[in-house]
């Protein structure tokens, strides 16, 4: 699905069948998942931010808090003009509902696609992929409450928990990462991927990899936390 979004539609008729299904199956209809529930029960009595590449709202749906989310890549829930001709981003679930309802062939009728409110152009889906990217109002806001949360720990434990973190987009969340571990010496890092879960020599015991399912891995972190509890 996610190889199915850089299709070059023939339509935008097309196009908006495509990503309107794409969205209600993957951000819109699903309920919280089991995982993601797991790691709020890990977390809820504590102090926590998640940083997030991931455009689902799974996080939300789980019981984490707005704002202490930083989706740092767009919402599958919005759209914005594909020109990023202004900074608003648009709500476009019950949209994206009705397309679903009224698509044919995997089209959806042209009277349904919609328009930049200001240019008139094409509008696109909220979704990190070229230099058009907004960062409207929300986005900023989430980024602040992030500096905050560093700002307000600064010098304290904290535990980098990095779920799934590979080479696609690095300079979100891995590398960073690995650089708040070099200025805080208070800092330990758990990154947990099947493949790619080494951690830098240089990081000593402070940072620990390990490769494995996630679900496992969790479910391993959740008992050691309860028999210390």
Same mark, same amino acid.
């Given at each position: 699905?996610?190889s199915?979004? %850089?299709?070059?539609?023939?339509? *935008?008729? @097309? ?7 794409? @969205? ?13 529930k797991?790691?709020?029960?890990? !977390?809820?009595?504590?102090?926590? %931010? ?15 808090? *707005? ?7 767009? #919402?599958?829930g919005?759209?914005q003009? /594909?020109r990023?001709?202004h900074?608003?981003?648009? #709500?476009a ?8 309802? @009224? ?9 349904? !696609?919609? /328009? ?6 094409? $509008?696109e $889906? ?6 058009y990217?907004? *960062?409207g109002?929300?986005?900023n ?19 980098l ?9 690095? !300079? ?8 708040? $571990?070099? *200025? ?5 890092? !758990? ?5 790619? @879960? ?8 402070r ?5 494995a399912d996630?679900?496992?891995s969790?479910? #391993? ?9």
């Amino acid at each position: 699905m996610y190889s199915a979004g %850089f299709y070059p539609y023939p339509t *935008e008729e @097309a196009k908006w069948g495509y990503w309107s299904r794409h @969205a209600y199956v993957n951000g819109i209809e699903p309920e919280g998942l089991p995982l993601y529930k797991t790691l709020y029960n890990l !977390v809820k009595e504590k102090p926590y %931010f998640v940083l997030t590449t991931n455009v689902d709202h799974q996080f939300q749906k789980s019981g984490f808090a *707005e704002h202490c989310i930083f989706a740092t890549q767009g #919402d599958y829930g919005e759209i914005q003009c /594909k020109r990023g001709c202004h900074d608003t981003v648009y #709500d476009a679930v019950s949209m994206f509902r009705q397309m679903n309802q @009224a698509a044919r062939d995997c089209c959806v009728p042209g009277c349904m !696609v919609p /328009k930049c409110p200001v240019c008139g152009g094409k $509008m696109e $889906m909220h979704l990190r992929c070229d230099g058009y990217f907004v *960062e409207g109002e929300a986005w900023n806001r989430a980024a602040e409450y992030y500096r905050d949360f560093l700002r307000e720990n600064r010098n304290k434990k904290v535990v980098l928990l990095e779920l799934g973190v590979g080479f696609n987009t690095p !300079v979100i969340i891995r590398l960073p990462f690995e650089k708040l $571990m070099r *200025e805080q010496r208070n800092y330990s890092l !758990v990154r947990l991927n099947l493949n790619e @879960a080494f951690v830098p020599e240089s990081l000593g015991e402070r940072a620990v990899g390990i490769n494995a399912d996630i679900v496992k891995s969790i479910a #391993d972190i959740q008992l050691a936390v309860g028999k210390e509890q």
